[in-house]
């Protein structure tokens, strides 16, 4: 009977190891809907995912079952992903998303009232006197090209 409470709680622990791989597939899941990246970016979070999730998964067999990897594991992982791919990770994914367009959108109003006031401070006035330095270039030039009479 301990052997198979000791399965069941393996089974469990496994389930939530299947959650917690979910979780990370919907992080990156949410960069990617959140930020455009290269492809080769994409390629690199891919690796990246995949070795994490191995690591999870690595730890969580020494942990919950001293090495031992049995069939019963990877079906915990399954029910895991499922679980939480059926249940949660839609709404996750969505509000997570719409939050860092929302967070993004008040980190940069700060720096777009800063740019619109360098520009008319700093940008503008320098671009005045360009032009009007330009003007004047202009009419020189044109005086010591026309002959004198």
């Given amino acids: 009977m301990e052997e198979l409470y000791s399965q069941l709680f393996c089974l469990l622990m496994f389930t939530i190891t299947g959650i917690a791989i979910g979780i990370l597939f919907d992080i990156f899941r949410i960069l990617r ?22 690591l999870i998964v690595l730890f969580a067999i020494f942990r919950f079952n001293n090495g031992e990897i049995r069939s019963y ?3 915990g992982i399954a029910i895991g992903i499922l679980l939480y791919m059926l249940t949660m990770s839609k709404f996750i994914v969505k509000y997570c998303v719409k939050l860092i367009q929302w967070l993004t959108k008040i980190i940069a109003y700060p720096f777009q009232i800063l740019g619109k006031f360098l520009g008319k401070v700093i940008i503008k006035p320098i671009s005045l006197l360009a032009q009007k330095l330009k003007m004047i270039l202009h009419k020189n030039r044109k005086s010591d090209i026309e002959p004198q009479k």
């Avoid at 990246?37 to 999730?53: G, S, V």
């Fill in 33 to 54: 809907k959140s930020f455009k990246t290269a492809d080769i970016i994409t390629y690199l979070q891919d690796i990246l995912f995949w070795i994490l999730a191995g």
């Fill in 73 to 75: 594991l990877f079906v």
